[in-house]
């Protein structure tokens, strides 16, 4: 937003160079975007009048133009806009001129000289209007400085505004804020109206939606003369960057930019019975608006209408059918408030944002239409010969409360970590405009009802914080432990680091998936990876469902690298997933999942080539779990999809099931464009992170040399080895220090439907070696327990 600083001199002392307010307006909160003097660099351009008009012989969309600065000297220039008259007064660039990035010169064009030119808001730096002339107002002196004359030796505030303060969007709002940080007074406009004795109103005003517009006032204003506003108001407008129109609309604008509540004018000869009706919109009605759309009405959309017919989007934009044209004679003057969001949907329905809609849907003052009303009339009579009725139709049924607020100054110094006098505290919130009763420990503070962002106890704290200064709070680092990263946080990081280490490449992919991506792994109807949530608005069907499962986007980044010709592939992924809830929020979990395909060990003279298969990844997650400090995971076979039915099993720690291993399923790979053969994993890291041990204790190396014996179990085919090789570790212990299975034999000298394993056991204690009798007993007190639990037989 912007704000002259010359209009700002109107109400408040500035006693301060710019640089100093704009360096408090930072520090309390109000930021300076940018400082704009947009006279600096525009010399020699002055006020002309048109004389005449006429077509350039040389061009069909260029005229010459005739115009005269100071008594009769006169000059011509060639002209491409056509948006003046003869007789307006325009700014004329003379030859020599400077403007922004420009030198005039006489120049001929398409064979006919132009000495200077015709210049634009957007040349002159007052507008982004550049298709046509800029018009100055009737009354500017001819042969004077455009400079002085359009106020561009003002200075201009570009400012940040937040949502949250509505009351410094207008030159008053930001005076008051100018006035409390240097402790001057500030001057509201003197508003004197005249009004007509003889003069009844003949306005009726009808709210049918007193919520979507809880107050509506309304002003008739009759005899008016419309014509360009005032140089003076113009001048104003232009600098805050509005195009003046005519004294009557430019009114309106003005006591916007002023008051900061916006105002609308409506012909009363387009109103029908005088009557305004606030209504929604009914089904199927249609407004053609002030900007020539033609637009389809929603029905939660907040009109001005008459009996009729509508009239306008309420807070956003009036109808072309009611606008003040140069032939009105008496207006509706509106001054309402309308429920924020209500308008604030309604021009993003529309995309129709405008100064009115920015204001309104952050929340406007209720409690300042009579005075913005009243000053706009006023205003109305000076500049266009108005006569105001005395009656104002004011409907306010249900009066919006002011906020109370009790204070502790106590508990402001204890938040600022300084300490601010309760008086000084008191003076702070009365500088603003806040009502304010000194109390036994307490402020009680009346919050007006331009300031809806002042509700807690914590907003006054912050006022007088960035009123006493906030460069004068101390800087304190903030309590608590010291910043770092949690257990789950660590072991995330150094999981990542060892699959990289064991040559997995890391792969990032979205968080969204397809919904037959779930239908390609081949998932049966009850599987928990089926519980997707489905976006509201995807961008597309391929990214319309939270991810369940991390494989099928992995299985694409395979196939994408397998199709570039990479002859071997490792990817992995630590990532959440997202499954529906009961909650209104997705259960969410992390989980690890890798894909593997092509070759492992690609072809060398030392060797031949290795794939990538189950024993492979099987390999990967052991020694990933074994460097996590955990006990060796433990593999059952698993028939479930995407994977193999006779190549895939569980992944156990302890007796908690974590995820799946094996190599997938062909017709999953022929889904995904995958080379047959591809293998795959996905586990839970959730209770795996649970698992991970404290801090891990060096432990001394025995000084005694292991005991190695071999020991062969002859078993039933279906039982696993894993399953043998932990009851030996368990029935072994603590001799028994590593097992490892070295041979399984299946052959004629076998019952049928059972195999031989082999397994070498190291044996060790800490305080002597073991001597073959000690070897023996523990030998003795496995294979009873392999007996028991595996039904399983020494081999001999």
Not at 220 to 244: E, F, H, I
Request: aromatic residues 4%; contains cysteine; hydrophobic residues 45%.
């Amino acid at each position: 937003m912007k704000v002259s600083l010359e209009w700002l001199r109107d109400y408040v002392d500035i006693d301060v160079t710019s640089a100093r307010l704009v360096e408090l307006l930072d520090l309390s909160g109000t930021k300076v975007e940018a400082v704009h003097q947009p006279g600096r660099n525009v010399r020699g351009v002055v006020v002309a009048e048109v004389l005449a008009i006429r077509d350039h012989p040389n061009a069909d969309n260029l005229t010459m133009v005739e115009v005269r600065l100071d008594g009769d000297v006169t000059q011509e220039v060639v002209c491409g806009a056509r948006n003046f008259s003869v007789g307006d007064r325009v700014p004329l660039a003379t030859v020599g001129a400077q403007l922004p990035g420009l030198r005039v010169s006489e120049r001929k064009i398409r064979g006919q000289i132009s000495r200077g030119m015709l210049c634009s808001g957007m040349e002159l730096g007052v507008s982004k209007d550049h298709l046509g002339i800029l018009v100055l107002p009737p009354d500017a002196p001819l042969g004077s400085d455009v400079v002085a004359s359009l106020g561009l030796d003002d200075t201009i505030l570009e400012l940040e505004i937040t949502l949250n303060r509505p009351d410094c969007m207008s030159h008053i709002g930001v005076a008051r804020e100018i006035a409390a940080l240097l402790g001057q007074g500030l001057q509201l406009p003197h508003v004197e109206l005249k009004p007509s004795d003889d003069l009844a109103s003949p306005v009726r005003v009808v709210i049918e939606d007193p919520d979507g517009c809880p107050r509506y006032l309304a002003r008739y204003v009759t005899d008016l003369s419309v014509a360009p506003s005032p140089q003076w108001m113009a001048t104003r407008l232009l600098a805050c960057g509005l195009r003046p129109i005519s004294n009557v609309v430019d009114v309106t604008n003005y006591v916007l930019l002023e008051l900061g509540h916006p105002l609308h004018a409506f012909d009363r000869a387009s109103v029908a019975d005088d009557t305004i009706v606030v209504r929604r919109a009914r089904d199927g009605e249609r407004l053609t608006t002030l900007d020539g759309r033609e637009r389809d009405l929603h029905p939660e959309d907040l009109l001005i209408a008459d009996p009729e017919r509508a009239l306008g989007m309420a807070g956003v934009m009036g109808g072309a059918d009611s606008e003040v044209g140069d032939t009105t004679t008496s207006v509706i003057l509106e001054a309402a408030y309308f429920d924020p969001s209500s308008i604030a949907f309604t021009a993003r329905r529309h995309q129709l944002r405008t100064e009115a809609s920015a204001r309104f849907e952050r929340g406007t003052d209720p409690e300042v239409l009579p005075f913005a009303a009243a000053r706009a009339a006023q205003l109305m009579a000076e500049v266009a010969g108005g006569n105001v009725a005395d009656q104002e139709h004011d409907h306010y049924p249900r009066p919006i409360e002011r906020a109370s607020i009790a204070l502790r100054p106590a508990r402001t110094d204890s938040i600022l970590g300084v300490t601010v006098p309760a008086e000084e505290q008191a003076w702070h919130l009365r500088s603003i405009g806040l009502e304010v009763e000194e109390g036994d420990g307490t402020i009680a503070v009346t919050v007006p009802t331009r300031r809806p962002d002042l509700i807690r106890e914590i907003d006054l704290v912050e006022e007088v914080a960035r009123l006493h200064g906030l460069d004068k709070l101390p800087s304190t680092l903030p309590s608590g432990p010291a910043g770092g990263l949690d257990v789950v946080q660590s072991a995330e990081r150094r999981l990542r680091s060892i699959l990289a280490d064991l040559g997995v490449w890391e792969a990032w992919t979205p968080s969204l998936i397809a919904p037959r991506d779930l239908d390609a792994l081949g998932l049966a109807a009850q599987h928990p990876a089926r519980a997707a949530l489905r976006i509201w608005n995807p961008m597309s069907e391929e990214e319309s469902v939270m991810r369940t499962t991390l494989l099928p986007s992995l299985l694409k980044a395979v196939a994408l690298n397998q199709a570039q010709r990479a002859e071997g592939v490792a990817l992995f992924e630590v990532a959440r997933v997202y499954l529906a809830s009961n909650d209104l929020l997705a259960d969410e979990s992390l989980v690890l999942s890798a894909v593997f395909g092509g070759r492992r060990v690609p072809q060398r003279w030392l060797g031949s080539a290795r794939r990538w298969d189950f024993y492979g990844a099987k390999g990967i997650l052991e020694a990933a779990f074994s460097a996590l400090g955990l006990e060796d995971p433990r593999f059952r076979s698993v028939k479930v999809m995407p994977f193999h039915p006779t190549r895939a099993a569980s992944v156990m720690l302890g007796d908690t099931a974590l995820g799946a291993v094996g190599e997938l399923h062909p017709d999953v790979c022929e889904r995904f464009e995958v080379e047959p053969g591809a293998v795959g994993f996905e586990l839970a890291l959730g209770p795996l992170f649970d698992a991970l041990p404290g801090r891990l204790k060096a432990q001394e190396l025995s000084r005694y040399p292991a005991t190695l014996i071999d020991l062969a179990v002859v078993v039933d085919e279906r039982v696993a080895a894993g399953a043998v090789q932990e009851v030996i570790r368990k029935a072994g212990a603590p001799e028994v220090v590593s097992v490892r299975l070295f041979d399984v034999y299946v052959g004629e000298q076998l019952p049928e439907g059972s195999r031989s394993l082999a397994f070498a056991l190291e044996l060790r204690r800490p305080d002597r070696t073991m001597t073959d009798e000690e070897a023996m007993a523990v030998r003795d007190r496995i294979l009873p327990a392999v007996q028991e639990r595996t039904g399983g037989k020494l081999r001999t």
